[in-house]
Nanobody, 115 residues
Framework: QVQLVESGGGLVQAGQSLKLSCKVS????????VNWYRRAPGKEREFLAS???????FVAAAMRRRFTISRDTAKNTVDLQMTSLQSDDTGVYYC?????????WGQGTQVTVSS
């Protein structure tokens, strides 16, 4: 059974940085990718970044200057490094394993940016 658990969320001030981690456990298909999404209050879910099993990364254009996705294969984690956070970055951040026989989602971690 695949499980994803996010961590690293919290309350930060505008301009600060935060690193989120997604711990992936279980047997993962080779053609999958770990994706980060967020849902801001009153908004639709938004794609942020992804990384494939091969290590290829993609960051949404709007986030490319401030967000970086990486992985630690020894720890089976995928990190989302966020810099220069602003109040509109507030929301629940989710990681998801997509592309396999079924999708798996974590429970989400709350990020709150105070101005």
């Amino acid at each position: 059974q695949v499980q994803l658990v996010e961590s690293g969320g919290g309350l930060v001030q505008a301009g600060q940085s935060l690193k989120l981690s997604c711990k992936v456990s279980g047997s993962v298909s080779s053609n999958t990718a770990v994706n980060w999404y967020r849902r801001a209050p009153g908004k639709e879910r938004e794609f942020l970044a992804s990384i494939t099993r091969a290590g290829n990364t993609f960051v949404a254009a709007a986030m490319r200057r401030r967000f970086t996705i990486s992985r630690d294969t020894a720890k089976n984690t995928v990190d989302l490094q966020m810099t220069s956070l602003q109040s509109d970055d507030t929301g629940v951040y989710y990681c998801a394993l997509l592309g396999g026989p079924r999708d798996y989602w974590g429970q989400g971690t709350q990020v709150t940016v105070s101005s």
